[in-house]
């Protein structure tokens, strides 16, 4: 067999593969420490959008300036994304302190 025959078959399986491979897409939603119920509802209902969609929801909480104080109240609205999500989406990583960033991520059920 040549060789560049044997090199441009492989080239070519290759490319078939990762065609073939999926790109896993992640999506962010940024909150603040002290968000509001009506728009902590708009975010998550992006948020079941995104899920639904097929992609991983990446949600963190930013907190400016002295706002850091409020690190708990972050962490509860977290978790309570989590649970509202818990039927669409299962906690990839539980939220963590990053920085002035606290993140979570939360990937579909199949």
């Given at each position: 067999m040549d060789y560049k025959k044997f090199l441009y078959e492989q080239k070519k399986r290759e490319k078939a593969l990762k065609a073939k491979a999926s790109k896993?897409?992640?999506?962010?939603?940024?909150?603040?420490?002290?968000?509001?119920?009506?728009?902590?509802?708009?975010?998550?209902?992006h948020a079941e959008k995104f899920l639904k969609d097929g992609a991983k929801l990446k949600a963190f909480v930013f907190f400016k300036g002295r706002s850091i104080v409020f690190k708990e109240q972050g962490q509860i609205l977290l978790l309570r994304l989590a649970q509202d999500l818990e039927e669409l989406g299962?906690?990839?990583?539980?939220?963590?302190?990053?920085?002035?960033?606290?993140?979570?991520?939360?990937?579909?059920?199949?």
């Open positions: 896993v897409v992640v999506k962010e939603i940024r909150f603040g420490p002290q968000t509001d119920d009506h728009d902590y509802e708009f975010k998550k209902k299962k906690v990839e990583q539980m939220p963590k302190l990053e920085g002035k960033r606290m993140t979570m991520f939360i990937a579909p059920k199949k």
